[in-house]
């Protein structure tokens, strides 16, 4: 199906305007190779979570956290379904929690929280700058052992990713402009509490988004300027740049079990109006872990949604015999061609499920969205609750994970104002909420930038598949550590 006209317009000003408040994605032009679309259905939301004894459920519709309740002081108790809080720290958060189990058997969790910087420095100011390191022996009582100040730490964006082969941490200097992209890596191996900075390189080229390959050795870079890096860390001490692919505008980028395909989220291609085709891109990338002369990734397929909003990352899975991604589209793609007119109509970033077993022909078999995400609701009343119409949070997506790529029955996404949302994967046509937890920040409880109130969740989450526990951060509130209630915690085992 041919895109509306202006759909790729929204898209490069949505971006634009991300860069500016939040720095989110921004958009550049690319190319690529073939290509498919599909034409969604109209969006319905999954089945609404049956929530359990113990859980403070949500008083609107599915994802919804209204006005009234601001009013009422009920917002102020939080909104779970079995769920419950075990811990809380700091008061800040960004874009990624992480979990790793070093050689000792100690466990810490890692996270960002700073979304762009300098921008964030009043919060950080009180919560502090870099990287930050918890002990994790006792997830109930997070003990924070050191912040990571080098230059990526401080401002990672959302680059930073664990090798837990390795034992490595990543993440290079980014924002949505065009930060230098300087690489550090920490090994984690020997301590998890105190990382140890093995290199702080320019090899990353430009910083915003990463990928890692499972055997540690190839470290991926994209840009907001269209370019896809490569970067050898065989020694991991001394980073050596492998490639530097320009003209292409990827997001998130994760690699399939064997090292030898990359998912990339695509934020679209040439055309007639600037961009067209946000979606998923698969490329080959065999000759870059072969380590052949010259080599380069080379696009299989790229497949668009006509509802698109900006692609963010597509984490791969395998369930009964075939190969899927799981992919989330972050914001809201808000702007008409003429402005700011009716953006509540315009796309909104939700989840799905691609089936990518044949490389060359990626389809979409399901998607993910909340009764709040249906387009019959999104110009009503819900365009007056706090943090609603900020276009850099509002009802939208950012970031999902999932605790594992051998056929997981649960996938858990932050979702904005929603918080972090947990579904039921196992029939991958018909995922289902089961679960969620939301604490937003009541107005005036503290000044926090960008928004003064509301959920922030931006975070991909981590998982304590042995104690049944998810970990997030909230970019308004702090690092949490949640307990799954009422048998959700069956799901990962």
Not at 27 to 35: D, E, I, P, R
Request: hydrophobic share 35%.
């Amino acid at each position: 199906m041919t895109h509306a006209t202006a759909g790729p317009v929204r898209r490069l000003l949505v971006a634009t305007a991300a860069l500016v408040v939040v720095g989110g994605a921004a958009v550049g032009l690319g190319g690529s190779v073939g290509g498919s679309s599909v034409t969604d259905a109209p969006r319905a939301a999954v089945p609404v979570a049956d929530c359990g004894p113990g859980s403070r459920p949500e008083t609107d519709i599915q994802g919804r956290v209204p006005l009234a309740d601001y009013v009422s002081g009920r917002a102020g108790e939080g909104y779970t379904c079995n769920t419950r809080e075990l811990a809380r720290h700091g008061t800040t958060g960004g874009f990624k929690v992480l979990r790793y189990t070093d050689r000792t058997g100690r466990t810490c969790a890692y996270y960002d929280n700073t979304l762009l910087f300098p921008r964030d420095a009043l919060d950080n100011l009180v919560d502090g700058q870099g990287t930050v390191v918890l002990d994790m022996t006792r997830p109930s009582r997070p003990v924070e052992t050191t912040r990571l100040t080098s230059p990526a730490m401080i401002s990672p964006h959302e680059s930073l990713l664990v090798n837990k082969r390795r034992g490595l941490l990543a993440g290079v200097l980014g924002t949505a402009a065009t930060y230098p992209g300087i690489l550090d890596v920490y090994d984690i191996s020997r301590d998890c509490r105190a990382p140890r900075l093995l290199s702080s390189t320019p090899s990353g080229v430009l910083g915003h988004e990463s990928g890692w390959s499972k055997d540690g050795r190839t470290f991926y870079t994209s840009s907001a300027v269209q370019t896809l890096v490569g970067v050898d860390l065989t020694d991991p001490a001394d980073p050596e740049t492998l490639f530097v692919r320009p003209g292409v505008y990827y997001h998130g980028l994760r690699l399939s079990s064997d090292d030898r395909t990359l998912y990339a989220a695509n934020l679209g291609t040439p055309g007639p109006t600037l961009l067209s085709g946000a979606g998923l891109a698969v490329l080959d990338v065999s000759d870059v872990h072969e380590r052949l002369p010259d080599a380069e990734p080379q696009v299989i397929s790229t497949l668009a949604w006509d509802d698109a909003s900006i692609p963010q990352v597509a984490e791969p899975f395998r369930r009964g015999g075939r190969d899927y991604v799981f992919e989330i589209d972050e914001f809201i793609d808000f702007f008409e061609l003429t402005g700011l007119a009716a953006f509540p109509r315009s796309p909104v970033g939700i989840a799905r499920i691609i089936d990518v077993d044949d490389p060359r022909r990626p389809r979409v078999v399901s998607e993910i969205a909340l009764e709040v995400h249906e387009d019959e609701v999104r110009d009503g009343p819900q365009l007056l609750d706090p943090g609603a119409l900020f276009p850099a949070q509002g009802y939208a997506g950012h970031y999902c994970s999932l605790p594992t790529r051998r056929a997981p029955k649960i996938a858990g996404c932050s979702m904005i104002l929603s918080g972090l949302r947990l579904f039921d994967i196992r029939d991958v046509r018909n995922p289902r909420e089961v679960a969620y937890f939301n604490q937003p920040l009541v107005p005036g409880e503290r000044l926090a930038l960008p928004t003064l109130a509301g959920g922030y969740a931006m975070s991909a989450p981590a998982w304590d598949r042995r104690r049944g526990q998810v970990w997030y951060s909230d970019v308004n509130t702090g690092f949490y550590t949640v307990k799954l209630t009422n048998g959700v915690a069956r799901l990962l085992r």
